[in-house]
């Protein structure tokens, strides 16, 4: 059976949410992480930050999306970080067969304790959780092999039309938000 492809960003709480709700109900996922739009996405992308209004809305609906998944957010979040490194670090857990073990703890690291993924220390702690040996993530940060991987994925978010996370995608059929779970798995069981 085709797997369910599942574009995600650890930046995002809705992306953490749609992963989340996507495991918990067994789906097995493709990650394919964004953190480099191409470029007729980005200029029409607008950053949720530069407007008081809507990241105080953002915050505000994730707050209330992570209890009903019974997920305690953090009340402070780390500010934005160099999502490349942090995506290259994950890049390097899956090449060694655990991206979606760091994956969840990177998650949970940001959102609810509301620490900043780009700090080594961080990164070190999801690795000794995992039982990886912290410098395969740490030194993937700065190796410019996982840099040069993260950007290939433009293409591949072109293809399909990716514009934002979590994008899942399955036959070429997009979900585009951590709302649309139910969906894809109707899709998913009559194919």
């Given at each position: 059976?085709?797997?369910?492809?599942?574009?995600?960003?650890?930046?995002?709480?809705?992306?953490?949410?749609?992963?989340?709700?996507?495991?918990?109900?067994?789906?097995?996922?493709?990650?394919?992480?964004?953190?480099?739009?191409?470029?007729?996405?980005?200029?029409?992308?607008?950053?949720?930050?530069?407007?008081?209004?809507?990241?105080?809305?953002?915050?505000?609906?994730?707050?209330?999306?992570?209890?009903?998944?019974?997920?305690?957010?953090?009340?402070?979040?780390?500010?934005?970080?160099?999502?490349p490194?942090?995506?290259?670090?994950?890049?390097?857990?899956?090449?060694?067969?655990?991206?979606?073990?760091?994956?969840?703890?990177?998650?949970?690291?940001?959102?609810?304790?509301?620490?900043?993924?780009?700090?080594?220390?961080?990164?070190?702690?999801?690795?000794?959780?995992?039982?990886?040996?912290?410098?395969?993530?740490?030194?993937?940060?700065?190796?410019?092999?996982?840099?040069?991987?993260?950007?290939?994925?433009?293409?591949?978010?072109?293809?399909?039309?990716?514009?934002?996370?979590?994008?899942?995608?399955?036959k070429?059929?997009?979900?585009?938000?951590?709302?649309r779970i139910?969906?894809?798995?109707?899709?998913?069981?009559?194919?």
């Amino acid at each position: 059976m085709e797997k369910i492809k599942c574009f995600f960003n650890f930046r995002s709480p809705y992306s953490y949410l749609g992963v989340k709700k996507a495991l918990d109900k067994g789906l097995d996922l493709e990650f394919i992480p964004l953190c480099y739009l191409p470029r007729e996405v980005l200029e029409s992308f607008s950053d949720p930050a530069a407007s008081p209004f809507k990241r105080s809305y953002l915050f505000e609906d994730c707050n209330r999306l992570f209890k009903e998944e019974g997920v305690q957010m953090a009340e402070k979040i780390a500010g934005d970080c160099n999502w490349p490194r942090v995506h290259a670090a994950w890049l390097a857990a899956s090449d060694e067969g655990l991206g979606k073990e760091f994956m969840l703890h990177a998650y949970n690291f940001r959102w609810q304790s509301g620490l900043n993924l780009e700090e080594e220390a961080v990164i070190q702690d999801i690795c000794e959780i995992i039982e990886l040996n912290p410098d395969v993530c740490i030194s993937a940060m700065n190796d410019e092999r996982f840099d040069k991987r993260l950007k290939s994925y433009t293409k591949v978010m072109r293809e399909y039309e990716v514009f934002g996370v979590p994008t899942f995608l399955y036959k070429r059929e997009r979900f585009w938000g951590q709302d649309r779970i139910d969906s894809l798995m109707n899709v998913f069981k009559n194919t």
